[in-house]
């Protein structure tokens, strides 16, 4: 249906344009936090993540996929830090969060020791166990973003846990396997940063007017999860 497949396009630049801001504030965070923790190459010892690492891969993994993006990465600084420094490939941690995928960066927050995810966790005012989930969450939607999936009347395969707070509770929420639980996730993460409250505004008001206007199906509002008075949830307007 072509009203569906415009609707899906639009809808996933929306999403893109928010992944980014995310990810490139997030990468802020973790490298300022783990950084002064654990100096500028701690990234590089397994002693400073959770011995398990994030269950379904090696700190060993995640350091040589690191030093492929490195190695792939066309950037200034990392052409001068090659020239310049015998730790190449390692990079400092401010450096290699400027080009790790998001898949990387979610692994590495997943990894953290307890109380360095809590510290992360706490500036976006989450649980340190549901920063872990929805990074996992934004990685996977990011990647069905590039590879342009379907996304508006899809059930997400990797589902992000909530916080224990009323505002994720029904009836404000339904279900945390359809779009509008990602996009409620997005703005708490978004207004998080008071320089671009405006900017996550104005994200917000094209999303409503992309959802006011959806694709000629019937109910496509249950099918992405949107409530009643979606537009009045708390976390949202």
């Known amino acids: 249906m072509k009203f569906a497949y415009k609707f899906d396009s639009q809808l996933r ?5 928010s992944l980014e801001l995310i990810e490139i504030d997030l990468c802020t965070s973790v490298a300022h936090i783990f950084g002064k923790t654990y100096g500028a190459f701690g990234h590089t010892l397994a002693a400073n993540f959770h011995r398990r690492f994030d269950f379904k891969t090696t700190h060993a993994h995640w350091l040589s996929k690191l030093h492929d993006e490195t190695t792939r990465s066309n950037e200034l600084f990392v052409k001068h830090f090659r020239r310049k420094y015998i730790e190449y490939p390692n990079l400092p941690i401010w450096a290699v969060t400027e080009i790790m995928s998001f898949g990387s960066l979610s692994r590495m927050v997943g990894s953290l020791h307890k109380h360095d995810r809590q510290v992360v966790a706490a500036e976006y005012g989450i649980p340190a166990k549901v920063l872990s989930s929805l990074t996992h969450h934004f990685a996977y939607v990011r990647n069905l973003c590039a590879h342009h999936s379907r996304l508006w009347d899809r059930v997400w395969s990797i589902k992000p846990d909530l916080p224990r707070h009323a505002d994720w509770m029904p009836p404000n929420i339904v279900s945390n396997e359809r779009l509008f639980t990602t996009l409620l996730l997005m703005r708490k993460l978004l207004l998080r940063s008071p320089e671009i409250k405006t900017e996550a505004d104005e994200w917000r008001d094209r999303v ?9 199906v019937v109910n496509p509002w249950a099918v992405m999860g949107l409530t009643n008075n979606w537009m009045n949830h708390p976390v949202w307007k």
Not at 13 to 17: A, G, N, S, V, Y
Not at 208 to 216: Q, V
Request: charged share 15%; net charge negative; hydrophobic share 35%.
């Open 13 to 17: 630049d929306l999403l893109t344009e």
């Open 208 to 216: 409503n007017t992309l959802l006011s206007n959806p694709p000629a």
